[in-house]
Structure formats: C-alpha cells, structure tokens
C-alpha cells in the first residue's frame, strides 16, 4: 500500500509551477519523502534555459549551506567513535587559532559544540571577504594562515552568529582528526554507504557533471536572467556539495533513523541529539539553532531545515521526524526554496497525519524486565507514579503530569538505568532495588527513592 503522501501528484505540481511562475524563476526540482521512500518528485521550469533542458529530480544543483548539515554529521561520527568530544575547544585541533584576536575571553571558548550550532560568536566568513567581488577563500589553512586576521566579534554561547567560517574550521578538524582530506571523509563515511552516486564536491566527475543545473543571477528589470558567477565560487566544509532531488530523499530518509544505510552513519540517539533545538534565535520562538540544523516552528510543528545558498542556486530541505514527512526544493535562480520545500512538506504531513493509523503487536516485555513494570510511591512528595512498558520502552508516567514521560536506557548492570535525553533527570542513574525474595521492592530514581506498591490481596 501507498504512502497517502505520495497521493497528492496533482497538488504536489501546481504548488511547485505556482511557485516557479510567481516568482519568475528558471526552474525548481522538488521531491517528497515519506519514511524511507521518496514518494514523489518533480519539476517545473528549466534547468537550464538555452537548451530547453528540463528541471528534474536528478538534476545537480549546488546545495550550497545543506553541506553544512553533512560536515555535522562526520563530526559527530568522530564524538561517537570517542576521538573528540563536543565541548573541546577548536584550538585544540588547530593551534593556529591560539592566533585570532579574542576579546571576550580566551579562544578556548571557541568550542566544538558552539560552532557546530553557531554559538561560537566566531566571525561570519573568512578574513578579506567580499560577497560582491566574489572574492572567498575557501581553503582553511590559507585562512588559518591569517589568524590574527579571525576574531571573535561577540561573546560565546551569547547569541546566534551564523559561521561559515565556523564550519571551514570543523571540516579542517575532521581532516586532522580522521588522518584523510575532509572531502574524503564525507565520501567514505556518507556519500558511499548511502549510495548518493549524483552528489559530489566540485570539480564534477565527467559522469554526472552533463546533469547539472545552470545558475542564474537574480532577476532585474527583466525576465532575460543572467548566468552567475562560476570561476570563483568554490566552497568546502561550509558550502560545497552538489546533490539532486533523488540523492537528498536518501538523506532526509537517513535522519529518520530507520532509513537507508542507518547503520552505517549515526545512531538514532544522535540523530535526535542532532536535530532537538539547543537555543531559539528569535523573540517570537518560532526559530531555533540545533547541531548542524535549525528547527523552524510552524502551526505548532516543529520542521527540523537547512537552506542553502550559492552563486545562482538557493535549496532547502526539511523534515518532520514525528511524522517521517520531509521536503526537497532545489532552485537554480533566486527563489525562497526552503518555503517551497515547507509548503510541499506541509501538504505531504497533512496527508499522512489524516491517514488511518496503522496498527501494529507490540513489542514484549524483555523477561529479565517483566518484573519492574508497576505503581511507585514517593511519599516524601505525596505522589504515585506508573512504570510502564510503552512503544518498546520502559518509560515513567505522571497522571499529573501528561508532559513528564522519562524512557529508560539500560546500563551493563542488571536492574540499573539511565534516564534518556529530554528530561530534567536525563543521564541520571535508575535503579531497582529487590527484597530477599527478588520480588522488587523501590526503585531509586536520579535523587530519590519511590517504594513499589503491591496490590492488595483479596484473600
């Protein structure tokens, strides 16, 4: 059976002609993905105007800032691997940033966590840019080269201050800490196991660089556009992939942690350590900086994005991961991508969200936990709580509470846990204590101890 997201074609190709035709763009490839599938796709307008050729879902388009979310994810992999940790500081890993100019402390408040969420209050781009003169450097260690050149211009963990810079630095950390080129890295740790054949960093391989789109300047006084700039606009770790409609449902299906190559990139832990909102970046609470995503909040759902971009190409991606909706809008002009991407995105939720819920058996009670489900009494506090065993977790709940529902992760001990992220006990020790008899007796729970209430016998 067909996802119910897939079944919205007709909508899906009048909101993307719409959009293209409104905002006098040369074209749009979009696609829809739903779980693990990408569920529909297409396009509207032209990849390139000379030729004729056609926007399409395997047309190449410079995602530009989207990279960003791919040198996150190796950077993660290397924390997970233990061979950093995010709040180390980045002149650990180049000392030659023990050279930039720190006036709210020392450098080593440029951590890996802060700029990884741009929080690190480092300077947005590279010393000596000009955006007009399409004048950018894009290789660290020429930059590194100038540190006393890179500063940090507001205090950090202060306020959100979008890097490039910042995440030229973290692609050259991977480098020096994997022992291979950056470029290599995302290539053999992502691109390869998800089998993202179209995307690639510059220069494009003869066999799929036919494929790829033209960029055009934006448009002024006159629907005749002009190309963008090519020679000059080379990016990295910040900004440098190329990808298609096809290659990017593969990721967007990969953050769902039950898609493609899962195995192979990060765990689901991570993956919702990635995408959950660190600090909000604007008074009305509907934005939000995440590790490597930011979150946006619209109609109270919270679309985890990244938009991108480029000399003559803007992108976005989004996706709901309570929903495993998500939306991929690729412009080679300069049209808002990322509200494309949304609108799409917004249609394909609606569609799944209105759909039959499927029913499925759930999972059992592990044996060596059927005992620990049941009611607890913390009678310092007056309150009762449930252990229950809910979607294949052991999981806490409050009566009283409807919003406090702690899982537990279990630990290499018997009858001890740890309380999963999300929660004020989060990382926090549980731990089921037994009567002589082994019938469980409390359980001490982060701070406190609950007694375990036995029902009463009717004997």
Known sequence: MGSPAGELAAKYDATTASFVKENRLPGAAVGVVHGNELVWSGGAGFADQASGRPSEPKTLYRIASITKTFTATTVMQLRDEGSLALDDPAVTYVPELAGAQSAFGPIEGVTIRRLLSHESGLQSEPPDTNWSDVRYEWDPKRNLGRAAEIATTVPPNSQWKYSNLGYQLLGEIVARVSGASYTKVVRDRILRPLKMTGTSFDPLSARIRPRSATGYE??????????????????????????????????????????????????????????????????????????????????????????????????????????????????????????????????????????????????????????????????????????????????????????????????????????????????????????????????????????????????
């Open 218 to 459: 934006p448009r002024f006084l006159s629907d005749e556009l002009d190309l963008a700039p090519e020679g000059a606009s080379i990016f990295g770790a910040e900004g440098g992939l190329w990808s298609c409609v096809d290659d990017l449902a593969l990721w967007l299906s990969c953050q769902f942690g039950d898609g493609a190559g899962k195995a192979a990139i990060l765990s689901k832990t991570t993956l919702e350590e990635m995408h959950r909102p660190r600090y909000l970046a604007n008074d009305a609470w509907t934005r939000a900086w995440a590790i490597g995503w930011y979150a946006t909040r619209r109609e109270d759902v919270t679309w985890v994005m990244h938009s991108g971009g480029h000399y003559g190409f803007i992108t976005g991606v989004c996706f709901d991961s309570a929903k495993k909706v998500g939306a991929i809008a690729l412009v080679n002009g300069m049209g808002n991508a990322p509200e494309l991407a949304m609108q799409l995105g917004t249609l394909a939720r609606e569609a799944v969200r209105e759909a039959a819920p499927a029913i499925e058996i759930p999972a059992p009670v592990p044996n060596e936990w059927r005992a620990l489900p049941g009611l607890y009494l913390g009678a310092h506090f007056g309150t009762v709580v449930q252990l229950e065993w809910r979607d294949g977790k052991l999981t806490f709940v409050d009566p009283a509470d409807p919003t406090w529902t702690p899982t537990l992760a279990p630990t290499d001990e018997p009858d001890v846990f740890t309380v999963e992220p999300g929660y004020r006990e989060s990382g926090e020790l549980v731990r089921f204590e037994r009567a002589a008899d082994g019938r469980v007796a409390s359980v001490f729970l982060a701070v406190a101890s609950m007694q375990r209430l036995e029902p009463v016998s009717g004997e």
